[in-house]
């Protein structure tokens, strides 16, 4: 049970024996008086960013745990001690990941229709969130039917491809998701900036045999490398390699290293393809430690302990955290029968918004 204790001129947030001073500036930011913050937007009405540098507190004190603080500058304001505690800590709203590997049977299949009801479209939200990838089962196998699903999810990510893209067998296609040769674990377009976040893809048909779809958590596999190899992996996670995608009207590159890192040196995702990175120039025994650090790391992905496959059925719709789960295909025979999927992007604060809103009123759209 946290609690406000003025002490002088100097406020402090308790919480057992954890204690914590409320910088007269700190509070200052966040006055929620009706002259200082919009009502409606939630938006300052002043700039924090002109506050005086010695800003301080003229006086406090502390009434059934709302906290009143009159301030040097003449403004005074009023904080609820529960506000304060929540605003202590930058946290971003949504459920923190948890690395999974392929003994943990994701991805979960959920029914189209939970994204119907605000509870049950919460849990998938959860889910994904937690995970980095849903199923979403008996989705309409009408062509275009992607679309809906990820305008109810975010806003389409339009690219070069179009809003959606066709998966299936062309000969002599642009890439070689369009072929019927095996792909391993990668995410799409690292050669953007930004890198598309989500990745649907809706399967529409299935008549062949293979063509299984492969997901990976890319957190546990960076995860298994940082314990087995730190020094391989701060190569990993901080030499910048190229990407790039042409064809006969485009060509998009970006720089950027494999594994990607918060501002707390947690791992947040890879940018991961073979077929397209290309390496610096390195002093030899530099890229040696490099290499046998992507080789790892390459071997950490195709492990049955961490990469799970399975036929995505027609109907199905996969959703994955193209920043976070990588994905893969087995080969298929397209002389056995056709293999059709649609696939698009979203950005990732889509899902994010549509939960923490969820979260707050618990409403539907």
Known sequence: ???LVVDGSRVLLRDGSDEVVLPALWLRQYSAEPSELDEITGQRLFDPHLLPTDLAIASAS??????TVSFSDGHTSTYAGDRLAALRTLDD?????????????????????????PATERTVLEDFLVHGTVVLDGVPTEPGTILTAARSLGFVRETNFGELFDVRSMPGSTDLAYRAVPLSAHT????RVPVPGIQLLHCLVNETSGGLSSLVDGLAAAQILRDEDPVGFDLLATVPVRFTYRDADTEIVAVLPVIALDRDG????????????EVPLLPD???RRYQAARHRLSELLASPELAVEFLLEPGQLMVFDNNRVLHGRTTFDPNEGLRHLQGC????DGPRTRYRVLSRTGGAR
Request: hydrophobic share 35%; no cysteine; charged share 25%.
């Open 1 to 3: 049970m946290t609690e």
């Open 266 to 277: 947690a791992v947040t995702g890879l940018s991961y393809s073979p077929r397209l990175d």
């Open 188 to 191: 799409d377009n690292p050669y």
């Open 62 to 67: 502390v009434d059934a745990g709302v906290l």
């Open 285 to 287: 025994g530099d890229l």
């Open 345 to 348: 992007y979203i950005d990732s």
């Open 93 to 117: 709203g949504v459920p923190a990941p948890k690395p999974w590997r392929a003994e943990d049977g994701i991805p979960a299949v959920h029914p189209w229709s939970s994204l119907d009801d």
